[in-house]
């Protein structure tokens, strides 16, 4: 049997529909990958390889996601598997629910396969916060992979997946992808179900696809996206296919270049890719003009106060009552919810819960909490000015390339900065893409860099026609390129 892991979504569906292979062909091979690979990118947290075989062995490949392995972030329930997110807290807890979004994937008849590590309670850009292995970078072992989703981008990017599920607070989907060399998409916010995702900052998180092309994204948001009564902040819209503006060209695309968006500081590196990416969308007839973002400045400090206000709400829920690490012989209750927590949390979740709770509290919610809310409103009206003028927006995803693990572990301010292009996204709800748009050679290895499309709410299918006409021009050679090979 020849290696499957290199296949795209559609290439996958087209071979099981002639019977060249099967679903379990695909699992088999996928395990294989990872049996190999995994030891040296650390993606991968668990699989249940039986269960994996046996929703393969029934597979309908007629359905548009039929028989297709999907990698999950350990953040998202998939019934009967472990749901720790990577963190002490929620060791050997066992999901009894499948997420909304897990229920629609097998829906389309894909199969989730495998939970993937990630920073403790999506908290990081590094993955080095996951309380249980480190994963790496698979374009050079020595460095990150992003974060928090770093295992489900290291494993599309590895072939240990073809398409992977993550989650999106303030760049998780996007900045990890553009450190991996590959795609992926944070849909607009209402257009996932959260529910069975667990909560980190709740106005703000929304599932989306990791995958090797904007086309395997769009499969994959086709099958995830919807209305969903379990969450009351998902939007009840008409259907739509999202690969309906694939294949097009950029001809008469205008495309906005927000000049706050490169900053003193980013890698030059970065900086000379994405402008060379700027003028290859240029050279394709895209029509390239200056906007202005004027709030970006403030956007990684009310990032920093709202969710972590949303993030001590939301994670005052593990309390080892029902649930989860349980301290061992509490004198009392007090002490029982201190121990428990205390020994269930890292020190990255610790230090946003005292932040969150700290701008709620008397006396700060209106100096911190309250301000952040009016200037996150300034922020989401940049956008809409700009947006009156073009049709996406084009930056970088990331100011710089994938650094070495434990350089920045110390540095807290240093690692909030990484997220300084993709936070405003989720505060302003709408979308966003990371694609491929070459390599910076460092040493003898190479690094890949990310081009970021953003697009206004609700018009991922525009996005995606604009990504994948820059992916087919400008992406190849990263997306083409096996980094293990
Ligand atoms: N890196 C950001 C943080 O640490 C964003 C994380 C995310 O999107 N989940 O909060």
Avoid at 18 to 26: I, L, M, N, R, S
Avoid at 431 to 439: A, L, N
Wanted: hydrophobic share 40%.
């Amino acid at each position: 049997m020849a290696d499957l892991t290199a296949l795209s979504i559609s290439e996958l569906q087209a071979g099981f529909r002639k019977g060249d292979f099967t679903p379990v062909d695909a699992v088999k091979g996928l395990e294989a990958r990872i049996a190999a690979a995994d030891p040296q990118i650390g993606a991968y947290l668990s699989r249940d390889l039986e269960s994996a075989l046996a929703a393969a062995a029934k597979a309908d490949t007629s359905l548009p996601l039929g028989g297709v392995p999907i990698g999950i972030k350990d953040a998202i329930n998939v019934l009967g598997e472990p749901c720790t997110c990577a963190s002490k807290i929620l060791a050997g807890f066992k999901s009894p629910y499948d997420a909304t979004a897990i229920s629609k994937l097998r829906a389309a008849g894909a199969i989730p396969f495998g939970r993937l590590n990630m920073d403790e309670f999506a908290m990081g850009s590094s993955t080095e916060n996951s309380a249980f292995q480190k994963t790496r970078n698979p374009w050079d072992t020595s460095r990150i992979p992003g974060g928090s989703s770093g295992g489900s981008a290291a494993s599309v990017a590895a072939r240990e997946a073809f398409a992977t599920l993550g989650s999106d607070t303030g760049g998780s989907i996007r900045q990890p992808a553009s450190l991996c060399g590959v795609v992926g998409l944070k849909p607009s916010y209402g257009r996932v179900s959260r529910y069975g995702l667990v909560a980190f900052a709740s106005s703000l998180d929304q599932i989306g696809p990791i995958a090797r092309s904007t086309r395997d994204c769009a499969l994959v948001l086709n099958a995830i996206a919807g209305r969903d009564p379990r969450d009351s902040t998902s939007l009840d819209l008409p259907p739509e296919d999202f690969t309906s503006q694939l294949g097009r060209d950029l001809k008469g695309a205008r495309l906005g270049v927000p000049r706050e968006y490169f900053v003193d500081g980013m890698d030059k590196r970065v900086r000379e890719r994405v402008e060379a990416a700027i003028k290859l969308c240029e050279g394709l007839g895209a029509e390239i003009v200056d906007v202005s973002l004027p709030h970006t400045e403030y956007a990684v400090g009310v990032y920093y106060i709202i969710a972590t206000a949303e993030a001590s709400a939301n994670l005052a829920r593990f309390d080892g009552v029902r649930y989860g690490h349980r301290a061992k012989n509490p004198r009392d209750l007090l002490d029982h919810y201190m121990r428990t927590r205390e020994e269930g949390f890292g020190s990255e979740v610790k230090r946003r819960i005292i932040l969150g709770t700290y701008v709620l509290s008397s006396g700060y919610y209106d100096a911190y909490y309250l301000r952040a809310q009016k200037v996150r409103t300034l922020v989401r009206r940049d956008f809409t000015e700009a947006f009156e003028k073009v049709d996406a927006i084009v930056c970088p995803t990331s100011p710089d390339l994938a650094f070495k693990i434990g350089e920045r572990v110390d540095d807290p301010l240093r690692m909030y900065l990484a997220d300084i292009f993709t936070i405003a996204t989720n505060l302003a709800g709408i979308c966003g893409i990371s694609v491929p748009c070459g390599f910076v050679e460092e040493g003898d290895k190479r690094l890949p860099v990310g081009l970021q499309f953003l697009g206004k709410a609700l018009d991922e299918s525009r996005l995606l026609g604009i990504a994948d006409a820059f992916e087919k021009a400008g992406a190849g050679e990263v997306l083409g390129t096996d980094p293990l090979a």
